[in-house]
């Protein structure tokens, strides 16, 4: 379709250029209305042709509009959506004459677009989530999140926040997506299987346009048939992913098993006799603290949560023992084997620092793939029908970034390291749950400053090892 935009004031006439003819799925994109639009589910269904389109099409429709493009990395927005959008407006004509330069020019710097009726289109990846907050305070009136099972729900909210501004130029959220990826639950949520929660969010706000390499007219018959035949030698869910867009073949969710409605639990006052500790992961970015309590079936609940940046082992120390109370007894603290790692400039480790602040640390097993097996058997439900494992509702990082770990493409039976951001609370929760008590005991409370013969016992139980397999299961 032939598309007319504004001349630039130094042209005279009518710009065009041929952006191409949208196939059935395409058009419906185009057309759609509603605020938050999904388009995608298979392989090679024309997501970034409508993307691109889309986003200029609306440039020189609404004079002045703000338009956000994201993607995870830069090199792919770089490759899929920048240089073609360019090549796209470079296209332009004049009387027959190339007309690009008066229709936008593009800063690298800054990576935006800028048009010649006043709109701009601005690219944006978002390798970690700490990078959220540079777009916290920006208005834009349309943003498209390309590849969006490629990001967290809470990186999708923030962003959905930007939609704002005093103009009326109707504000839209834009996504294309496939199955697996750490967002896979909830764009299915959303799009897919239409799950809401009513008190805060509009079912009519949300459409889901279904494509597959079937509905792209673009492909030629052999490129098509080619293409489908490389598909059809992955694995049966792979393939079933890729080719038809099933949403229920390749979640990508390790923790499948994970269920609000049986492993969050409402607070309540946790018995005295139950055996408590404390376990954490800690850097720069994110210090992650739990505390959890075993009860007289060997239960574990994870009653506390403390997620904080930008501490310093100092401040980390301190926040743990001013948030547990003085008659809160604590048999032990769980520590990450990094933190015996000597710093060079001070010659310490940081146990050592953790130590001099009246924080005495145990070392957890690193072994990811037993400790996340650990994990799996304390969320199985047991013959009583509650699961092992019990979280309460006030740790909010963990019930969210719980179940959006994913399978490790190289390793499966590993959970995927990236998105960073979203690890910590989890990897907490793994040396937690490695390292845990035996059953609860009746005993008479002491004060922690026992705690370091509490730990020679234990020690002394566990033959001076680390515990395996069967040690951390009892109970």
């Known amino acids: 379709m032939a598309q007319r935009g504004r001349p630039a004031k130094a042209a005279k006439g009518i710009v065009q250029w041929d952006m191409g003819t949208p196939n059935q799925k395409q058009r419906q994109f185009l057309l759609a209305r509603q605020k938050y639009i999904a388009y995608g589910g298979a392989r090679a269904g024309g997501k970034s042709w409508a993307v691109r389109v889309k986003a200029v099409h609306g440039a020189m429709t609404y004079s002045g509009i703000k338009i956000l493009i994201m993607r995870r990395t830069y090199p792919e927005m770089e490759s899929t959506i920048i240089q073609p959008i360019l090549a796209l407006i470079n296209s332009a004509t004049l009387d027959g004459r190339p007309a690009g330069q008066y229709v936008a020019t ?43 099972t490629h990001f967290t729900e809470y990186e999708f909210r923030t962003l959905g926040a930007c939609l704002r501004g005093v103009n009326k130029i109707p504000k839209r959220f834009y996504l294309t997506c496939n199955p697996g990826g750490v967002g896979h639950q909830w764009v299915k949520r959303l799009f897919v299987t239409r799950e809401y929660d009513l008190e805060k969010e509009n079912p009519k706000e949300y459409f889901f346009i279904a494509a597959t390499v079937d509905d792209n007219t673009a492909l030629t018959p052999e490129q098509k048939r080619d293409y489908i035949a490389s598909l059809d030698v992955l694995p049966d869910d792979v393939r079933q992913a890729w080719r038809y867009g099933d949403w ?8 499948s098993e994970f269920r609000r409605e049986t492993h969050v639990v409402k607070p309540f006052i946790i018995p005295r006799e139950w055996p408590r500790y404390r376990a954490f992961d800690y850097g720069l970015d994110m210090f992650a603290c739990y505390w959890f309590a075993v009860d007289f079936d060997g239960r574990v609940w994870v009653y506390r949560e403390y997620c904080e940046s930008g501490l310093i082992v100092s401040d980390a120390a301190a926040a743990m023992r001013t948030l547990t109370p003085a008659d809160e007894y604590v048999q032990f603290t769980v520590a990450p084997p990094d933190m015996w790692s000597t710093m060079k400039d001070t010659g ?5 620092i953790f130590t001099q602040n009246g ?24 013959r009583d029908g509650k699961p092992g494992l019990q979280i309460f509702d006030s740790c909010a990082r963990l019930i969210r970034d719980l179940p959006a770990l994913q399978h490790n493409e190289k390793n499966p039976s590993d959970c995927a390291t990236e ?3 979203i690890t910590h609370a989890p990897d907490a929760l793994r040396y937690g749950l490695i390292y845990r008590t035996m059953g609860a005991q009746l005993a008479e409370a002491r004060d922690e400053d026992d705690e370091d013969d509490e730990l020679e016992d234990y020690d002394e139980a566990m033959c001076g090892g680390e515990p395996d397999a069967s040690y951390v299961l009892c109970g």
């Open 106 to 148: 593009y800063n690298s710097t800054m990576r935006t677009i800028v048009f010649s009726n006043g709109s701009l289109i601005r690219f944006g990846h978002l390798q970690s989530a700490n990078a959220i907050t540079e777009y916290q305070g920006q208005e834009y009136d349309w943003i498209f999140m390309d590849e969006a």
């Open 248 to 255: 229920d073949a390749m979640a990508g969710q390790y923790f």
């Open 348 to 352: 310490k480790t940081m146990a050592e």
């Open 359 to 382: 924080i005495g640390l145990v070392k957890a097993s690193n072994q990811r793939v037993q400790g996340w097996l650990v994990v799996k058997e304390y969320m199985k439900t047991r």
């Open 419 to 421: 998105p960073h951001d």
